[in-house]
């Protein structure tokens, strides 16, 4: 599951930063758990939010170019 979803947040991500919400809906699962896998993400250094809140109040996350192995 976790390159799986990891894939598909980061192909969703390919337009320009979301929110947690906007990848959900992309994704079509359910916020509490694409909060679980942006998070995981965000930690391992593969999604940085930016500064600034949306007008909802809510982070944009947006990918970072990692080096492969």
Do not use: C, N, S
């Amino acid at each position: 599951d976790e390159h799986l979803m990891r894939g598909r947040i980061l192909k969703l991500l390919e337009a320009g930063p979301l929110t947690i919400p906007e990848i959900a809906d992309g994704l079509g699962r359910p916020t509490h758990e694409v909060t679980f896998w942006v998070m995981g993400m965000r930690k391992y250094g593969y999604l940085a939010e930016l500064k600034e809140v949306t007008d909802e109040g809510y982070y944009q996350y947006q990918a970072i170019e990692r080096d492969l192995p």
